[in-house]
């Protein structure tokens, strides 16, 4: 149980989690850190767009640029959304 305090895997550690829970473990973790993987994709998703809309813009491929700049635009605006809020709640703040 130890490892899963320290680490906090994915995975299916539901029971570990209940058990740690009914030990008196905080559940307010575990709600913060469900957005991780969704967060992880759409940041990968965001920066791959950044890089092949500047590889566009070198080549002066317009059309796919302002496509990619778009995408760029939507999954900026996701990762803020979902992530941005959580950090000032990891760092005490509201």
Do not use: C
């Not at 320290?6 to 989690?17: E, L, Q, T, Y």
């Not at 469900?34 to 990968?44: H, K």
Request: net charge positive; aromatic share 18%.
């Amino acid at each position: 149980m130890n490892y899963y305090r320290k680490i906090r895997p994915f995975g299916f550690w539901g029971p570990v989690r209940k058990l740690l829970e009914q030990n008196g473990e905080s559940a307010e973790r575990y709600e913060r850190d469900r957005w991780d993987i969704p967060v992880a994709l759409i940041a990968t998703l965001f920066f791959i767009l950044l890089y092949v809309l500047m590889m566009d813009l070198v080549l002066h491929n317009w059309g796919r640029a302002v496509w990619l700049a778009g995408g760029a635009s939507v999954a900026g605006f996701l990762l803020y959304k979902m992530w941005w809020p959580l950090l000032s709640q990891e760092d005490g703040q509201s």
